[in-house]
């Protein structure tokens, strides 16, 4: 040890161990502790307990093999990365038919994280639309999320059809959850754009949030309101709701209620033909009523 021999060290201390496996000097220096009344090494009594050393540490064989799982899916998606980046390069030269080839024959799920980040540096609208296509195809969460997003909040209406003609076609489940949300939408546009998708999906459970979003309010910035000024907004429909806004040094701050034609569209599709236009009273009743009959039958049945 004081010559720094550490492998003769070692070796020496390993056969003191084979002539007296008592020894206890010879026991601590390899790093033995008494464990339960045996001696055995750290990694023994780790072990014993179920830990493993990976990556620097103890670990249970369950994180293990999270561990793996997820450095082989990172390994995958670099992978992707590389590829579909260089077919992207090769959509810009000679080689573009054999790009699209490539593209269109991708159907590894685990290629969907890396097509979704190309689609979000992409500013080629051709390109945009063959990425969400390909999503389409990709039975891969991420790649669901994906086109639901675009399905909504994508300013351009082919976008936004593009993405629900991918989610429909394969029959895949289609989250309600991020279309309700949107009904709730600051922004009017949005609010109309989910239920434009609603209408399509056509899950009845929709029914119930849509004709909350019959008329919803939103604040619009009055630019040309002078100081001091009171100003007040209503619906020009007369479909109830309306805005008020106070005076003041910045700009004034109005309230609109604003019917949604597209909700209206949607609430008639879903309700196989029932049109109480804005009246969310009259909506909420026939409904209600629905929902009773519904359970009636269902107790019938049984």
Known sequence: KEHRLSLQRKHHLKRILELDPSDRDARVSLGYQQHQGRWLTRDQIMQAQGLVMYEGDYRTAQ??????????????????????????????????????????????????????????????????????????????AAAIEKLVEFSIYDPLPEIRELCLESLLRNH???????????????????????????????????????????????????????PGEMNASFSPSGGGGGGL????????????????????????????????????????RWYVNKQIYENVDARRDE
């Open 63 to 140: 994180e293990i093999a999270l561990r793996k799982r997820r450095d082989q899916l990172e390994q995958s998606d670099a992978d992707w990365f590389d590829k579909l980046k260089l077919w992207r390069r090769w959509l810009d030269s000679r080689r573009r038919d054999e790009a699209l080839a490539n593209f269109r024959a991708v159907r590894d799920p685990a290629a969907a994280p890396a097509l979704i980040n190309l689609l979000e540096r992409e500013s080629n609208l051709e390109v945009q639309e063959l990425y969400l296509s390909l999503l389409g195809e990709l039975s891969h």
């Open 172 to 226: 895949r489940p289609i989250p309600l959850s991020p279309y309700t949300k949107a009904l709730r939408s600051r922004d009017n546009a949005i609010v109309n754009h989910a239920a434009e998708a609603l209408q399509l999906i056509k899950n009845p459970e929709a029914v119930s949030p849509l004709i909350d979003a019959l008329v919803t309010t939103h604040k619009f910035k009055n630019l040309n309101a002078p």
């Open 245 to 284: 806004s106070m005076g003041g040094n910045k700009n004034k701050v109005i309230r609109v209620a604003m019917r949604n034609d597209a909700v209206l569209r949607a609430l008639v599709e879903l309700s196989g033909g029932q049109n109480y236009e804005f009246n969310e009273e009259a909506w909420r």
